[in-house]
Nanobody
């Protein structure tokens, strides 16, 4: 079993930055693809970013390309999401998730999920 805990969310003004962390426990995640997803109020869960187990394959959702950066530190069993140039449309509950599959944007493919961390971007 893998337990995932997100942290780093909060309230930030438009144009600001936040760094989210996804800390894993129970098992090393070195073999897992880790993804970030978000759910905005009244909307479906959406893909944000993912990183392969080795870190050499990274993909971003179109709405965050050029603003968000995903990175992993396997020594710390942690994956990060650096979010810059935030805008109100980024307001959502952000989740990290892990799968043994190669990088995939479909949330149904992810086996383990955290509880989420709230990001709110004000105007």
């Amino acid at each position: 079993q893998v337990q995932l805990v997100e942290s780093g969310g909060g309230l930030v003004q438009a144009g600001g930055s936040l760094r989210l962390s996804c800390a894993a426990s129970g098992r090393t995640i070195t073999r897992y693809t880790v993804g970030w997803f978000r759910r905005a109020p009244g909307k479906e869960r959406a893909f944000v970013a993912e990183v392969s187990s080795s870190g050499d394959a990274i993909h971003y959702g179109d709405s965050v390309k050029g603003r968000f950066t995903i990175a992993r530190d396997n020594a710390k069993n942690t994956v990060y999401l650096q979010m810059d140039s935030l805008n109100p449309e980024d307001t959502a509950l952000y989740y990290c998730a892990a799968t043994l599959l190669p990088p995939i944007e479909n949330p149904s493919a992810y086996e383990y999920w955290g509880q989420g961390t709230q990001v709110t971007v004000s105007t």
